[in-house]
């Protein structure tokens, strides 16, 4: 009698399952270096994170699931938390001021548009309770994923979505700027991986994270280990109290631990779901950029600025990846980065009343 399909796949389950924790630990760091040195030779948006996830995804979907320490994972979180804090530069704050109405509209048009997206989503059930509405959030990707979880979402299924648009967002930013005459095939930003940097300072900036996210998980605030941090950042280099400084390698770290975290739960049964939902889930990020695009034309002839910064400007992909796009053009960068910031703290802070909000009309799952 031959092996059937399933009989194959049950038994490469049972393979992983008796694995021992070193070994399980020791594929999953292998897979996760190589993977994240590849999606780095591609320079694929937030490959620290997606190469960690993708291998505990694989790995947990084969039976050889590793619990992730709770606390490790809380780390985790404060330290990414601390580092947006840290990119998110001052002057930011004072282009918002000038062109606040400007702002004020391409904000809530994009986040507009992707919430109705995700309610239309979450009317054909596909995704469990508030999932889609979380997952069509535009921007703040990382955010949104470990936020989701306390406010009833499956974060497995919110990651998917997110990163979905990451990497479409990334792709299409690119094409477009070469449609508009911008070489960006040799943007290569240069990691320095062990930077020489003040190990007081290190310590300082990882200390008040993680005494920030202890008290937001103690508080028991939604999101606390990541927005604890990411607030108590913004006032430390508001008030100039003491530097911030965390090295690339620890950085590292803590992307890979978050993507442990989130890949270890998924099951062969959400890996499934997730492909059968992907077509739908790519038709609307394409529609979400689609009509980004649409308001990006709009602030064109509203306020003269040039095509791509408009465009760029109202990308609904990651920041990082706008930024690169932007620093190797001519385009109005702080422009761009301002109204990819200003939309990034509007979804951190709004997230969780417009779930709710767009929940009630939405059905049961």
Known sequence: ?????????????????????????????????????????????????????????????????????????????AIVGMMIATSMPLSIFGELAEDWPIFTVGVLSVVVAAGFLGWLMSRTKLFPGTTAIWGSSPGAAAAMT?????????????????????????????????????????????????????????????????????????????????????????????????????????????????????????????????????????LSTLTLIGICGCFAVVLVHVTGIDPLSAYLATSPGGADSVAIIAASTKVDVPFVMAMQIARFLFVVITGPATARLLSRTSPKA
Not at 15 to 40: D, F, H, Q, Y
Not at 46 to 57: D, F, H, Q, T, V
Not at 162 to 185: E, H, I, K, N, W
Not at 219 to 242: E, H, Q, S, Y
């Open 146 to 282: 470990l936020m989701s979880e306390s406010y009833g979402a499956d974060m497995r299924l919110v990651a998917f979505m997110q990163y979905v648009r990451v990497v479409c967002c990334a792709l299409v930013a690119t094409a477009v700027a070469r449609f508009m005459g911008v070489d960006t095939s040799g943007v290569v930003v240069e990691t320095v991986w062990f930077p020489s940097v003040d190990v007081v300072d290190v310590i300082g900036t990882a200390a008040v994270a993680l005494i920030a996210a202890f008290i937001g998980q103690k508080l028991r605030i939604p999101g606390g280990p990541l927005l604890m941090p990411l607030f108590a950042g913004l006032a430390l280099k508001m008030t100039g109290v003491m530097p911030l400084v965390l090295p690339p390698w620890l950085l590292a770290l803590s992307y890979a631990g978050i993507g442990w975290g989130i890949g270890m739960r998924f099951t062969p049964d959400v890996v499934l779901h997730a492909a059968h939902a992907l077509p739908r889930v790519l």
């Open 1 to 77: 009698m031959t092996d059937t399909p399933d009989d194959d796949r049950s038994s490469a389950r049972m393979w992983c399952a008796e694995w021992s924790k070193p070994m399980r630990w020791g594929v999953l760091i292998i897979a996760s270096v190589v993977l994240t040195g590849l999606l780095e030779q591609v320079h694929l948006p937030a490959a620290l994170l997606l190469g960690p996830m993708a291998a505990a995804i694989a790995i947990a979907a084969m039976g050889g699931q590793i619990s992730i320490p709770k606390p490790g994972f809380t780390a985790a979180q």
